[in-house]
């Protein structure tokens, strides 16, 4: 394993690490989420989505 397919693979296992960890506390901050509005738990399930697929999206155009 070289040097940059090293750091691809503890950059990948940090973000999926991070996004686990948020996945974890999505019922919680779900269920906060829909005491205010049914639209801001969907905005944020939404957020949560498309955060997940941009960092690798972003990282991928960085790489290149």
Do not use: H, Q
């Amino acid at each position: 394993m070289d040097r940059d397919t090293k750091n691809s693979a503890i950059a990948a296992a940090v973000i999926l690490a991070g996004i686990g960890l948020i996945a974890y506390f999505m019922p919680a901050i779900m269920l906060a989420a829909i005491e205010i509005s049914p639209w801001l738990a969907g905005a944020v399930a939404g957020l949560f989505l498309v955060a997940f697929f941009m960092i690798f999206w972003v990282r991928g155009r960085f790489r290149r």
